[in-house]
């Protein structure tokens, strides 16, 4: 029954969020299209109204652990969920992500992207997806801001491991930034293609920085292995607290 319940809950939640994302995103347009930074803050007014509405809509609260990045820097966080990108959007000032190709043809979504200076790269061809990264960060210099990336390219589930791609040490190494790693339990809450919705409190953890100039495999090593071991820190705590 409690299951069910809940269930029903996050049916609800779900639903309202994504009238919310059309009626907040439709609001901010005309402020964007006069002043194009508008769209972070309008970004961060969806961001934070989507962990209002969860965490007495479906009690799933949301924690931001460690220090939020400022300034230009690129994060290379976990990615398990929808959830952990409106964490660490919420959390950092002027936020902007590689992200699929795909994205860029969603609705509010591709405008906003724009906006932001987001880069759209196509997952399935690799080699040209990081020319194209690199190429479009030249053009974009200028963006000052934090740059996230998710290293292993797609969302995946607590327990299940997929490797790191290069693609995160390219940036890395093109930039000249130092990298903030992020963690999280996100998806343990909020699974990938599920409706329901796990009560609880779902954290991303913003890690020590990683100093600029680090060779790629190093970079790439050091990066797995903290990250892994702080999201499967967090999600044990949440498996502890169910």
């Known amino acids: 029954m409690g299951y069910a319940f809940q269930w029903i809950r996050s049916l609800i939640f779900n639903i309202q969020m994504y009238i919310a994302l ?6 901010g347009m005309p402020l964007v299209l006069i002043h194009r930074p508008w769209a972070f803050r309008v970004i961060h007014a969806f961001c934070g109204y989507v ?3 969860a965490s007495w809509i479906i009690n799933l609260k949301s924690e931001i652990r460690g220090t939020p990045p400022q300034g ?3 994060v290379a966080a976990k990615h398990q969920s929808f ?14 992500f590689v992200m699929k190709a795909s994205l860029a043809y969603t609705p509010f ?4 992207a724009r906006s932001v200076g987001c880069i759209a790269v196509n997952r399935g061809k690799r080699s040209q997806a990081i020319k194209k ?18 290293p292993q390219g797609t969302r995946v589930a607590p327990d299940v491991k997929a490797p790191y791609k290069v693609g995160a040490a390219v940036l890395y190494a093109q930039t000249g930034f130092d990298c903030v790693p992020a963690a999280t339990n996100v998806g343990y809450f ?15 953890e ?24 702080a999201s499967n820190a967090l999600l044990a705590e949440a498996k502890a607290k169910a």
């Open 22 to 27: 059309a009626v907040i995103a439709i609001g």
């Open 83 to 96: 959830f952990d990108v409106i964490l660490i959007v919420s959390a950092v000032e002027r936020p902007r």
């Open 133 to 150: 990264m690199v190429e479009d960060l030249k053009n974009k210099v200028d963006f000052g801001g934090q740059l996230i990336i998710y």
């Open 51 to 53: 962990r209002w509405s």
């Open 72 to 74: 230009a820097v690129l």
């Open 190 to 204: 909020w699974p990938r293609s599920s409706v329901y919705r796990r009560p609880g409190t779902a954290v991303v």
């Open 109 to 112: 979504v591709a405008f906003y």
């Open 206 to 229: 913003f890690l020590d920085p990683m100093p600029a100039g680090m060779d790629k495999n190093n970079f790439l090593n050091t990066l797995e292995t903290r990250v892994e071991a």
